[in-house]
């Protein structure tokens, strides 16, 4: 019943390597729409959830569905990504050497974008999807600067948006805010608010305010499984939390 009305669920995931076991029955939910954050001291698990997600390491026991019924855990990672799951690794990956529009332009002609189809012009359509991806980026101003000249909160942004414009339902971004200006931090909650309309998010962080400015639910991850869910307020009100965080 709670995999039929969820994007993602994992349940009693487990993974070892060498006998450690890096998740272990690790047990989530995220439902069509949500934002969650998930938190966790290194070595929690966190890296390897989301490498369990896309393919990239399979689980020695346990089920990971999308949608409600698809088995990730038969496919590899290109059919993964092909069902609208998208990551964001912790370093911006653009190409410097074109400029934002370009680089938007590239990721909407898609992964298997062909010769002929990167020579093509872009449609009227495709012109204004991109006029809004970069609205929603907050790069209207930066479109024919090189990406290589951007801040590196602006190449994270860019990212993003290359990110949407293939039209992900499920987008995981990990530590996005990480080396950013306070203004650029505050600037991506907001921006993650809003593409989290549209889709789900689940977003890896280690700054607090950050998380605090997300305002959506909190997983705490820990030695592999769930520790706490729930409000930050209500984590960090959590004994067991406390105890992780500051140590024994
Ligand atoms: P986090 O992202 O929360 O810091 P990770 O998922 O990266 O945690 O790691 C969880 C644990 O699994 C760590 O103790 C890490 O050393 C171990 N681990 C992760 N990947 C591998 C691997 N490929 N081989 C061996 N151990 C690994």
Redesign the pocket.
């Known amino acids: 019943a709670l995999a039929a009305g969820s994007i993602l669920y994992l349940d009693g995931v487990s993974v070892s390597?060498?006998g450690?076991k890096?998740l272990n029955t690790l047990s989530l939910v995220i439902a069509p729409g949500e934002m969650r954050t998930i938190i966790?001291p290194?070595?929690?698990?966190?890296?390897?959830?989301m490498d369990v997600i896309t393919g990239k390491t399979r689980p020695d026991e346990g089920a990971v569905l999308f949608d409600g019924s698809v088995d990730l855990t038969k496919l590899d990672e290109a059919a993964i990504a092909n069902l609208g799951i998208g990551r964001k690794f912790q370093k911006p990956t653009v190409f410097e050497n074109l400029t934002v529009f370009e680089n938007l332009e590239l990721a909407l002609k898609g992964p298997r974008r062909t010769f002929a189809v990167l020579l093509a012009s872009l449609t009227g359509a495709q012109r204004d999807r991109i006029d809004a991806l970069l609205a929603t980026i907050r790069l209207t101003e930066r479109a024919q600067a090189l990406a290589g000249a951007l801040s590196h909160g602006q190449k994270q942004w860019l990212e993003i948006g290359m990110l949407l414009a293939q039209e992900p339902r499920f987008l995981m971004l990990d530590e996005p805010v990480a080396g950013m200006t306070d203004a650029e931090t505050e600037q991506t909650a907001d921006l993650l608010r809003e593409i989290a309309r549209d889709r789900s998010v689940l977003v890896v962080e280690h700054d607090m305010e950050f998380v605090r400015a997300l305002g959506c639910k909190v997983t705490v991850?820990h030695e592999?499984s769930v520790l706490a869910e729930g409000s930050l307020a209500t984590v960090q009100a959590n004994e067991r939390v406390i105890e992780v965080y500051l140590g024994r």
């Open positions: 390597f060498d450690f890096a966790g290194n070595g929690a698990g966190k890296t390897t959830m991850l592999g």
